[in-house]
């Protein structure tokens, strides 16, 4: 749909081939402690692994010139080329996050490391030339950035890398937030609802879980939600365009984070777990970085209005990345092994936290490990992050329509905005059952056990938090609501609303029902269980049926404290949010005792056929109390 037809066009394929390269390089071997892509194979005469296999880091080919030197240049360093493409105000940022990875090679005696030139029009050499590693830029409307590499496949040496970016991920106001769908809720909350489920438990592919770099696409969620609030509190231009310290900021970020892909890095979704928000925001450490690595998904920081405006994103490499870098990288003379080894014992140091995409998909247990998510305590940042959508409502048609202009940007502006609510709810909602994991190796400095239990307050927080602010009745403008037009384009590129008045209640109930969800999914369940088992017998403990029953009295608070009164149709007793939200967790309440899916403890299901008992006779309580007037709703709902 980025073409006006695509019969018409023109598809260039483009072969590169070229022999491997006979440099000496000598591979090294890989750690789980450690975040590398690997070049794997099987060799039955190496008996150092229980199942032969042998795995290699992906790295460059980085040597001193002058191997015994404190600091050396390299002997070939690490060259980038900006594309003449590449828009001439935005080539000092870009090459500014290609070089901050300087700071980790210079820790190790390599004086610049990495070096970025720039191709000119009158240079005639092809960017998809193996010969070139090329930073290009692309308008394909498609809003992706990634970093390939080509590898030796005998050894894991990189021989080429090439990153691409395309321009629209900057951009703010998207029309694929005037309507969510169940898939685009799926994708933002980071599940994906179009694979065949194993066990009813949404499992993605391998290829989804260790290769994709899906980060430009929350950015695009990130730049709209930014452009929102500066739209609400008045600092966009009329043009909308987002600020110049944002967008410099923003691509900084990305840039380094695809950079380090290039220099074989795997994400590393625990890093923004480091500090606390109030050490994050701290105007004495501006100038430090705010996350432990700049290969997680970092959420925009923005703060309330008045409220002095921290750095938006991180602003240069992290602990962790200095100690990856050291791991692939450090000039090793003697024993290769031993020395890796003690590297890789620092993992329980403060920062050094590695959790990577197959720790961080939908059911995974760790909520310290997330996309999106900021600081050591993420309750607290949703916290504020919930607050802050509910501080910018009301004002929100005045900022984001001016005079002459039609509504669709409060359209768009409303749907961010929602969507950042409910997924800050989803953060919450991990606490529920979960499990931290850390990767440290028995006698490692500051080992911690592989699995912690979230502590049992912080779940019961969770559950409050949830029954406060996700499930409560939401509170919207009329006049906003029904200023939220959609756009009334017809043409290639464009998508026809499914309405094009706001379906309010239908866009409340995707978001609430994905994250009852998580709260009442198998895994979830049985994690639950599986804690009371681990947890020691004077230890508190969250426990199955504490669950359950306060999920129902989160979500049918009106039939545990039965007010007297007279209640209309158009003041009902309970209302149609409510209904809503009680329909879908009666549904998933009712799925596991009728329909238990796989890996759903036996537990849970007699325990929720008794939770259900004593919800059905609550509900005909209220139905005949005799001071408590129902209306047609309520009644009919209730019945």
Same mark, same amino acid.
């Given at each position: 749909d980025t073409v006006a037809d695509p019969r018409g066009m023109q598809v260039t394929v483009h072969y590169s081939i070229s022999q491997l390269p006979q440099t000496g390089y000598k591979p090294r071997k890989a750690d789980d402690r450690v975040g590398y892509f690997l070049t794997v194979a099987k060799d039955f005469t190496d008996n150092s692994d229980d199942e032969n296999f042998v795995r290699y880091i992906n790295r460059w080919d980085l040597q001193k010139d002058a191997p015994e030197a404190k600091v050396s240049p390299p002997k070939k360093p690490i060259t980038f080329w900006l594309e003449k493409t590449v828009p001439v105000n935005l080539r000092p940022i870009i090459r500014a996050g290609i070089e901050e990875w300087n700071k980790t090679f210079d820790k190790l005696g390599f004086d610049n490391a990495i070096e970025v030139n720039q191709q000119y029009e009158k240079d005639t050499w092809d960017p998809e030339d193996v010969r070139y590693n090329t930073f290009r830029w692309i308008t394909a409307e498609a809003g992706f950035a990634m970093g390939p590499s080509r590898v030796n496949p005998l050894t894991g040496q990189i021989l080429d890398a090439d990153i691409l970016f395309d321009a629209s991920f900057l951009r703010s106001w998207k029309s694929s937030y005037e309507n969510f769908t169940p898939s685009s809720v799926a994708a933002l909350f980071d599940i994906d609802h179009t694979r065949p489920a194993k066990g009813a438990v949404f499992v993605d592919s391998p290829r989804q879980r260790h290769a994709d770099c899906r980060l430009s696409d929350g950015m695009q969620h990130q730049s709209s939600f930014a452009g929102a609030v500066f739209a609400a509190q008045g600092m966009m231009t009329k043009r909308g365009e987002l600020p110049e310290e944002y967008l410099q900021q923003a691509l900084k970020d990305v840039v380094m984070h695809e950079v380090g892909h290039t220099l074989g890095l795997r994400h590393n979704f625990k890093a923004s777990a480091w500090k606390t928000l109030a050490d994050i925001e701290d105007p004495a450490k501006a100038n430090e970085a705010t996350v432990g690595?700049?290969?997680?998904?970092?959420?925009?920081?923005?703060?309330?209005?008045?409220?002095?405006?921290?750095?938006?994103?991180?602003?240069?490499?992290?602990?962790?990345?200095?100690?990856?870098?050291?791991?692939?990288y450090k000039t090793i003379n003697g024993d290769e092994n031993a020395?890796?080894?003690?590297?890789?014992?620092?993992?329980?140091? #403060?920062?050094?936290?590695?959790?990577? +995409?197959?720790?961080?998909?939908?059911?995974?247990?760790?909520?310290?490990?997330?996309?999106?998510?900021?600081?050591?305590?993420?309750?607290?940042?949703?916290?504020?992050?919930?607050?802050?959508?509910?501080?910018?409502?009301?004002?929100?048609?005045?900022?984001?329509?001016?005079?002459? +202009?039609?509504?669709?940007?409060?359209?768009?502006?409303?749907?961010?905005?929602?969507?950042?609510?409910?997924?800050?709810?989803?953060?919450?909602?991990?606490?529920?059952?979960?499990?931290?994991?850390?990767?440290?190796?028995?006698?490692?400095?500051?080992?911690?056990?592989?699995?912690?239990?979230?502590?049992?307050?912080?779940?019961?927080?969770?559950?409050?938090?949830?029954?406060?602010?996700?499930?409560?009745?939401?509170?919207?403008?009329?006049?906003?609501?029904? #200023?939220?037009?959609?756009?009334?384009?017809?043409?290639?590129?464009?998508? +026809?609303?499914?309405?094009? +008045?706001?379906?309010?209640?239908?866009?409340?109930?995707?978001?609430q029902d994905t994250i009852l969800n998580r709260m009442l999914n198998p895994l979830t369940l049985s994690r639950i269980l599986d804690g009371e088992a681990k947890a020691s017998a004077a230890e508190d403990v969250y426990t199955l049926p504490e669950h359950l029953k306060g999920v129902t009295e989160a979500v049918f608070a009106e039939v545990n404290a039965q007010p007297a009164g007279e209640f209309t149709n158009r003041n009902a007793y309970i209302n149609s949010f409510r209904r809503s939200l009680q329909r879908t967790a009666l549904k998933r309440l009712g799925e596991i005792v009728a329909s238990p899916r796989t890996g759903q403890p036996e537990d849970a299901r007699v325990l929720t056929r008794v939770v259900l008992t004593e919800l059905a006779t609550r509900i005909d309580a209220t139905l005949i109390k005799g001071d408590l007037k129902l209306d047609d709703y309520s009644r009919a709902h209730l019945t």
């Open positions: 690595s700049v290969m997680d998904y970092l959420p925009v920081n923005i703060v309330a209005a008045g409220t002095k405006q921290p750095a938006y994103y991180t602003t240069t490499v992290g602990p962790y990345d200095f100690w990856a870098i050291e791991y692939g020395e890796l080894i003690k590297i890789a014992i620092r993992s329980g140091e #403060s920062g050094l936290d590695f959790a990577t +995409d197959e720790d961080t998909e939908s059911n995974d247990p760790d909520p310290f490990s997330g996309r999106f998510d900021l600081g050591k305590e993420p309750i607290v940042h949703a916290q504020r992050q919930m607050a802050l959508v509910n501080g910018l409502l009301p004002t929100l048609l005045e900022r984001t329509v001016q005079n002459g +202009d039609g509504y669709q940007r409060a359209r768009q502006a409303f749907g961010v905005l929602l969507s950042e609510y409910y997924k800050s709810a989803q953060f919450v909602a991990r606490f529920i059952g979960g499990v931290v994991v850390h990767r440290d190796h028995k006698g490692d400095n500051q080992a911690r056990t592989p699995f912690t239990l979230v502590d049992a307050s912080q779940q019961r927080a969770a559950m409050k938090q949830l029954a406060e602010q996700a499930f409560t009745v939401p509170k919207y403008d009329q006049s906003v609501l029904n #200023s939220l037009a959609a756009s009334r384009w017809r043409h290639w590129g464009t998508q +026809d609303p499914r309405r094009i +008045d706001y379906p309010i209640h239908e866009q409340v109930a995707m978001f």
